[in-house]
């Protein structure tokens, strides 16, 4: 398996622009999990869905940021409109029902995002 | 408050070195995760505690519910063990919260 995917790796933008980042999760997994890390804050959990379906939320920090499941092998998180302190590394996870209850947790790469 | 506080915050050892890095919580927890982010940035999930110790490799962590505590060690470190180690506690409700990190350099 090509594990978690993230795009794109890296992107640079202007405030106010609208970003959009992407995630498909390894085949079968069905928690999905969206964190930011930042120098400051360090890791945190944003949102996590289980079977598609947004479960808690409660770590977006604002209604500029929106996250969709469409379906089981896409995700996307998306910034709008982009601020200069959104800069920084988003990751997604995925997980089994089973794993997640293990703690087998897998990760993308991230997308380093920087903000203008 | 819900506080997740790592120590030492950096650590450098040398090659071989038996190796401590700790995790204190403030409140009653589900479960206790300890994650490795490599130089790179990548993130490699290590453990999954609730209770007892739990070993893979040279890698063991323990945890005490009542004191509310975590530790990971590295037996015989190497310098491929260099990275950021990531406390991560879980509560009821599935609310995350991670420490700082501990960042680890080990000298050959």
């Known amino acids: 398996d090509a594990g978690v995917i993230q795009s794109p790796r890296h992107e640079v933008t202007e405030m106010g622009q609208e970003v959009t980042l992407r995630c498909k999760p390894i085949s079968g997994h069905d928690y999905l999990f969206w964190y930011r890390q930042t120098m400051m804050r360090g890791l945190e959990l944003l949102i996590y869905f289980n079977n598609n379906v947004p479960i808690d939320d409660s770590g977006m920090p604002e209604d500029r940021f929106s996250a969709k499941m469409p379906n089981a092998s896409f995700s996307t998180l998306k910034i709008q409109p982009s601020e200069p302190r959104d800069s920084a590394v988003y990751f997604c996870?995925?997980?089994?029902?089973?794993?997640?209850?293990?703690?087998?947790?897998?990760f993308g790469e991230g997308s380093r995002l920087t903000v203008l | 408050k819900n506080e997740v506080e790592q120590s030492p915050q950096n650590l450098t050892a040398q090659e071989g070195e038996f190796i401590t890095i700790n995790c204190s919580y403030s409140?009653?927890?589900?479960?206790l995760h300890w994650l490795q982010q490599h130089p790179g940035g990548g993130i490699v999930s290590l453990f999954m505690?609730?209770?007892g110790k739990k070993k893979h490799g040279r890698l063991i962590a323990t945890i005490n519910i009542q004191e509310k505590h975590s530790s990971l060690h590295i037996t015989a470190s190497h310098p491929r063990d260099s990275a950021v180690y990531i406390c991560a506690v879980r509560y009821a409700g599935n609310q995350f919260y991670f420490g700082t990190g501990t960042s680890l350099t080990v000298i050959p």
């Open positions: 409140v009653g927890i589900s479960a």
């Open positions: 505690l609730s209770s």
């Open positions: 996870a995925s997980s089994t029902r089973t794993g997640w209850n293990t703690g087998e947790l897998f």
